[in-house]
């Protein structure tokens, strides 16, 4: 399914709904955010809520020993997502977190999520995982989507995000090697099927 055959069933299976929520998952470099981005650009009231926004911060991973596995299905605090999935589906006005790349941290209330919000976008690597507290997430989901890319594509695609947040290409490449790849394998691996696939690279 191409992206834009996405948008439409979204706006088909949303029609007459309160709300719709769309679990939008993949590795790490699926493209999450532009298919996201994509989306809402077709579907006037719809609303990304990203899962990056309940990532420990550096200081919680590095007194655990999980700073070097940033990214990794421990290092999100799930329940908190879970409360917040909750929250979603009763409806009114919920603040969301945002995490912020530039300065590698989650930004509490840094969104909020309204009624005018019929269709939300939840996306993030993990969202499908079967393993955990991860499958709690299932029922709060009416459509799941899987983003389908080549694993050389994903690094590719990772170390232009890398070096342009400052790494240099050796130290981004250790970054892939020693973080993204198993979280990537990890994902695929692990996760289980979605309603929808969507060919993504």
Not at 13 to 18: E, L
Not at 82 to 103: C, H, K, Q, W
Request: charged content about 25%; aromatic content about 6%; proline content about 6%.
């Amino acid at each position: 399914m191409t992206p834009e055959a996405l948008a439409e069933l979204v706006r088909t299976r949303s029609a007459g709904r309160t709300r719709m929520i769309v679990a939008l998952a993949g590795p790490p470099g699926a493209g999450k955010s532009t298919i996201s981005a994509a989306l809402m650009n077709h579907i006037p009231d719809a609303r990304v809520v990203p899962m990056d926004g309940f990532h420990y911060d550096d200081a919680v991973l590095h007194a655990r020993g999980l700073r070097s596995r940033k990214g990794a299905p421990e290092t999100f605090d799930v329940e908190g997502l879970l409360v917040l999935m909750s929250r979603l589906r009763a409806g009114g006005e919920v603040a969301i977190p945002i995490f912020d790349r530039d300065l590698e941290l989650s930004r509490a209330a840094a969104d909020v999520v309204t009624d005018a919000d019929r269709v939300l976008i939840v996306e993030g690597n993990w969202l499908l995982l079967d393993q955990g507290r991860w499958p709690a997430l299932a029922p709060f989901f009416d459509l799941t989507v899987w983003l389908e890319v080549p694993e050389a594509t994903l690094v590719d695609r990772l170390m232009l995000r890398w070096t342009g947040h400052g790494k240099t290409p050796q130290e981004a490449r250790d970054w892939i090697n020693g973080n993204d790849l198993p979280n990537i394998r990890h994902s695929l691996a692990q996760s289980r099927a979605a309603d929808v696939t969507v060919s993504a690279g």
